[in-house]
């Protein structure tokens, strides 16, 4: 057996940063990681997703040239695609590579199962096994994309946010089953690129979790795209027919045919294979690891952190699980509760949001103010020519705090921090309404969204 200060199993943003933060103060750490060197957000999520809206977002705009004094006409070529998209991954992973051997710390690649308390067996890539304890444990595992038992799915050869990633060509045609910030964004992404594309959900609309206000113009700006919206029907077959097209079949009998099919219905915890009924930690019914919100397992010296641990599914959420490990393994008691956490679907243009949506905020009880602005309306977007979207803004009554925004169009991920700043220092709309912004900015336009409350 070998014993270190600190063992880490799975290499996820909040695992492999405290790794290298406590080896580089000197202290023995082993890191054991399945292959993904960097997490899967470098390798299948945020990097190579977000490199290829790059690339859409780019083509929309010069497709567009006319309009700005331009003359050439683009078009998405596969391999460029591929190239660039692995271009940004590989330098990531050669770069979270390095990190890792200078911090000092041992990389261990292999698969890792428990045996007891804070103690593994690794079955290691290149062969052999080793026996590894830490003092400390930390579980940061991960997620893998949700196939639902869909009959003919499997068999049809469906595809996953990370198995689309490695298509060799661009579908004519692709099918999306899920109306979620992952489908939405490759349905925007293809229709881009040039792809038929479709999009299906067996409820009423698309992101449930927004307002249906919100929902409804994005719903708008994917069908201005050319993307095919089915709402109100579930899946019931897919199929494959003697041409090799996919038929997905609607429960209503609607057929969608696509090259390709896309499977984007949530997550599900890389935890099956890690017997972690031998390190006393506990799951839910879904596998998901149990904590408290100091991210304990609730067995001594045994955390858990990110995705796995059923933290919002945000790399941003997984950095700051490593700061609350870092802050209470050194004694202290940070929490996870009230966390102020902002995300952003990236569309063209992208939709950002932090905080409550009115729906949440009237449901809690406030007696709320509401704000819309259209995007058209802010000088920036006009000197880029991307007016689509809206802003919406929801401030509590009583005491002119800022309970949430809503922000679809250009820059939208951007702006929002500025939004996100305020709630956190607890200042009233009226700074934000107030306060002297660059013209002509888009940050601009939030002295317009909150001038435009209404009572």
């Given amino acids: 057996m070998e014993d270190f200060d600190l063992l880490v199993v799975g290499g996820g943003k909040a695992g492999k940063t405290l790794a290298m933060d406590w080896a580089t103060s000197g202290k023995r750490v082993a890191m054991v990681e399945r292959g993904m060197i960097g997490g899967s957000c470098v390798n299948v999520a945020c990097i190579p997703t977000k490199a290829l809206v790059a690339s859409a977002r780019a083509l929309r705009t010069l497709r567009r040239a006319h309009r700005l004094g331009l003359a050439e006409v683009p078009r998405a070529d596969v391999e460029l695609l591929r190239e660039h998209e692995t271009g940004v991954v590989d330098g990531m992973v050669k770069t979270n590579r390095k990190q890792f051997r200078d911090s000092g710390m041992e990389l261990v ?59 060799d060509r661009l579908p004519e045609s692709l099918v999306v089953i899920g109306g979620g910030p992952v489908g939405l964004e490759f349905a925007d992404m293809f229709a881009a690129f040039g792809s038929r594309v479709s999009v299906t959900v067996p409820g009423p609309r698309l992101l449930p979790a927004e307002d249906e206000d919100i929902a409804e113009a994005v719903t708008a700006q994917l069908t201005a795209s050319g993307v095919e919206v089915h709402t109100g029907r579930h899946v019931a077959s897919v199929e494959r027919d003697a041409d090799g097209r996919a038929a997905v079949m609607l429960s ?37 690891i149990l904590v408290d919100e100091h991210l304990s397992t609730g067995v001594p010296h045994t955390w858990a952190a990110g995705d796995v641990a059923g933290s919002p599914q945000f790399t941003h959420v997984s950095l700051d ?8 393994l050194a004694g202290d008691f940070r929490s996870t509760r009230d966390r102020l956490i902002p995300h952003t679907t990236f569309l063209s243009p992208e939709l950002a949001r932090v905080g409550m949506t009115e729906t949440e905020a009237r449901a809690a009880g406030y007696d709320v103010r509401v704000a819309k602005l259209p995007v058209a309306a802010i000088p920036r977007a006009r000197t880029t020519l991307e007016t689509e979207g809206i802003w919406k803004a929801v401030v509590d009554r009583d005491t002119e705090r800022i309970l949430g925004v809503a922000l679809l169009g250009a820059e939208a991920g951007e702006t929002l921090t500025t939004v996100q700043t305020a709630m956190l220092a607890d200042l009233p709309y009226t700074a934000l309404r107030d306060m002297i912004i660059t013209h002509p900015t888009m940050s601009e336009g939030l002295n317009l969204l909150f001038a435009a409350l209404q009572d």
């Fill in 109 to 167: 690649l292999g698969e890792a199962r428990f045996t007891a308390h804070r103690t593994v067996d690794v079955t290691l890539d290149d062969g052999g096994s080793r026996t590894l304890r830490g003092d400390e444990t930390v579980i940061d595992t991960g997620t893998r994309p949700l196939v639902p038992a869909i009959p003919g799915l499997a068999d049809a050869g469906a595809l996953t946010s990370d198995t689309l990633l490695r298509l």
């Fill in 252 to 288: 209503d009998g609607t057929a969608l045919m696509g090259d390709d099919v896309l499977v984007a219905v949530g997550r599900h915890p890389v935890t099956a294979g890690l017997n972690l009924a031998a390190a006393g930690v506990r799951t839910t019914d879904t596998g998901f």
């Fill in 321 to 328: 699980d490593y700061r609350i490990l870092k802050a209470n």
